[in-house]
């Protein structure tokens, strides 16, 4: 996995408020900054930026001098989980020539810190060897409401390329955020703001000062859009004049330019040698279609373990496909270099595709640059006969299957949710382009469940449940089957049958079904539950149809006002409930069928008695979507009408 962009200037701070720190003198920036006044902010507001400035000098040869300061007044003792201040550094190539912080009590009292209550750690505990690392002061423990911290760190780098992206807010409210880029003479810098008004720099001579002011909080809400979404940030691009060789050497005015870059890279590196043509050829040997080809190659990737060592350039070169192919180990751009070698053994061209892992809004189109990923996965060029919901069609390249060889419960046709929608670029040299990746349909992400309860006079059922999952919805219950022990998972049924409304569950039988290559997931269940239906006195027994909610569809969307879009992943679900009636007792009332329509979903509930039986049948489609904040109400009132109508009882009552 290629490491994480560096959010410059957002590392959040310490504050250690130890009643056995000695009096220290506090610096003027810090002590003005601690000073102003703060706005009233709702009670759960945990803390407040008071000062964010960083000043950033690049020297004619690449290198970047930062000196950034920092200040945040805690509000709240949940506020010291932002007691921590972070400086990132490449080994070999970068250093943090400074960093001290500074502790203000309440009381005027100042603790000073520095190297000792320093530590060093890799950034990414995942890979096996990474040269990006993080030197950290933290003292959660130690932070409480009322103090005022503040920390300056001077670290020195060399440009890859001649790009940053600076962050001025991540959650907590800021009263001033500001950012000063000092260039050679001659040199020009040019910005473009994300989430925020436009902001033209001040410019003095060669520095260009971008600032913003009084930065409400971001406050979490269900089904939000990621911070990244919602949080003013800047990227800015930097050159020397009349075309001169800017840090890194290389620039990047277009996406093409991206594209160009990285094939140079990784093309090289996905050579196919003798012993993965032999490897490849022998796996597709009964294979009928090109899907199936995919499909084979595609499931051996996955199970080349995931291990990752970073080393060079970013670490956005992978290894090449012969070393990863005979260490059968590589992280994402090494599983990408060998998927693509062993299909060009086999006659089937692929690209390397750019994403970012994690946040499906964080690319901006807007903005050519390769420090806007963090994951690798491949295109293949596809004919019309391979059908897939992940196929995209580019301007250029034609029909493109995309794959993730990187997520193991995620088969070829299917991509995770996460990447499904995001903007990737297609690494095809000079022809390559940014593509927004498919958004699988609802009907691939499909639920379906029948069961057959038998009601008992007493108010006690047994029952059995059938599930077939596809698509997401089927990698969801896979990634719990595979990453849970036997007793751990029986654990996790159990569960959502108790939670559901049979509270006094008994499972008798579980029996899980994956078939990976298909997209599929099976699980059948079996268990009794006393007192399920309510016994009214032997005359009427009264029960919810909605046995078990199992998945949880509706978004846990409240009463209250919203401030931002709400996101609907795509997804569908049916179900059939049979209750056999138990002797003696007819339906009194039934709750009036239900059908529900809007832009984004729909929703059927039905009831019916026949043959002794009552059955419930259900039906809901969620369509992907990010659903404006105006809009809102209609959301909130779409699912709460399903809630209403699967909180509606059935009443049986005596003959």
């Known amino acids: 996995m290629m490491k994480l962009q560096r959010l410059a200037g957002v ?28 706005p009233t902010y709702k009670r759960d507001v945990p803390a407040v930026v008071l000062h964010d400035d960083s000043v950033i000098t690049v020297s004619p040869d690449g290198r970047v001098t930062t000196v950034s300061t920092y200040a945040v007044r805690i509000l709240t003792r949940e506020g010291r989980t932002h007691a921590e201040a972070l400086a990132y550094y490449e080994t070999g190539s970068d250093k943090i020539k400074e960093m001290r912080a500074w502790l203000l009590r309440p009381d005027g009292t100042v603790r000073k810190l520095g190297k000792d209550e320093t530590i060093d ?115 800015v691009n930097f050159a020397p004049p009349n075309g001169a060789t800017a840090p890194g050497g290389r620039t990047f005015d277009t996406w093409a330019d991206v594209s160009a870059w990285y094939s140079e890279l990784a093309d090289p590196q996905s050579e196919p040698d003798d012993a993965i043509a032999i490897k490849a050829r022998e796996l597709v040997a ?86 806007q990923f963090n994951h690798c996965i491949v295109a293949v060029r596809v004919s019309d006969e391979t059908q897939a919901a992940s196929v995209v069609v580019h301007p250029s390249l034609g029909r493109l299957l995309v794959f993730d060889a990187t997520d193991a419960d995620t088969p070829v046709g299917d991509l995770p949710y996460h990447e499904q929608g995001s903007f990737a670029l297609v690494a095809a040299g000079g022809e390559g382009s940014l593509v927004r990746m498919p958004v699988t349909p609802p009907e691939a992400n499909r639920l379906e469940r029948e069961a057959d309860v038998v009601l008992a006079r007493d108010g006690s059922i047994s029952a059995v449940f059938r599930e077939r999952s596809q698509g997401q919805s089927a990698v969801s219950e896979r990634g719990a089957f595979k990453q849970l022990s036997r007793p751990g998972y029986t654990k996790m049924i159990e569960g959502w049958i108790t939670a559901g409304g049979a509270t006094l569950a008994k499972v008798s039988k579980i029996e899980p079904s994956d078939d990976h290559t298909a997209g599929r997931f099976a699980l059948d269940v079996e268990f009794t539950a006393d007192r399920y239906a309510q016994d009214m006195q032997g005359q009427l027994l009264i029960f919810k149809p909605v046995i078990v909610s199992r998945t949880d569809f509706y978004a846990a969307l409240g009463d209250d006002a919203r401030r931002h879009p709400v996101v609907l992943e795509s997804r569908a679900y049916n179900e059939t409930v049979r209750v056999r009636l138990p002797e003696g007792f007819d339906v009194d009332e039934l709750p009036e069928s239900v059908k529900l329509d809007s832009a984004f979903g729909s929703y059927a509930a039905s009831y019916e008695v026949k043959d002794g039986h009552f059955v419930f049948t259900r039906s809901f489609v969620q369509r992907a979507a990010t659903i404006p904040a105006e809009q809102y109400r209609q959301v909130r009132d779409f699912f709460g009408r399903i809630r209403a109508a699967e909180d509606s009882p059935v009443v049986l009552a005596k003959k």
């Open 286 to 371: 009964g294979a009928k279609t090109e899907l199936e080809k995919i499909q084979i190659i595609g499931r051996f990737v996955q199970g080349i373990q995931y291990i990752s060592i970073q080393i060079g350039i970013g670490g956005y070169r992978p290894h090449r496909a012969a070393e990863v192919f005979a260490k059968k180990y590589g992280d994402c751009k090494d599983k990408a270099a060998l998927m693509r070698a062993m299909l060009r053994a086999v006659g089937l061209k692929a690209y390397a595709v750019l994403i970012y892992s994690g946040d499906r809004t964080y690319v901006r189109e807007e903005w050519a640059s390769p420090t």
């Open 11 to 38: 590392c959040f701070a310490v504050a250690l408020c130890s009643a056995t720190a000695l009096a220290e003198e506090a610096p003027a920036w810090l002590k003005q900054a601690a000073a102003a006044p703060v």
């Open 121 to 235: 750690r890799a950034v990414s505990l995942d890979d096996v060897y990474n040269e990006s690392r993080a030197r950290v002061i933290s003292a959660e423990t130690d932070a409480d409401a009322g103090c005022v911290f503040g920390f300056q760190k001077t670290t020195e780098e060399r440009s890859l390329f001649p790009q940053i992206r600076r962050y001025f807010q991540v959650r907590i409210p800021v009263l001033s955020s500001r950012l000063t880029m000092t260039l050679p003479e001659g040199w020009r810098a040019k910005g473009i703001m994300f989430n925020h008004a436009a902001v033209e720099p001040t410019v003095s001579g060669s520095s260009y000062t971008w600032e913003l002011r009084n930065l409400a909080p971001i406050e979490p809400e269900p089904a939000s859009p990621e911070v990244t979404t919602l949080a003013p940030h800047l990227a």
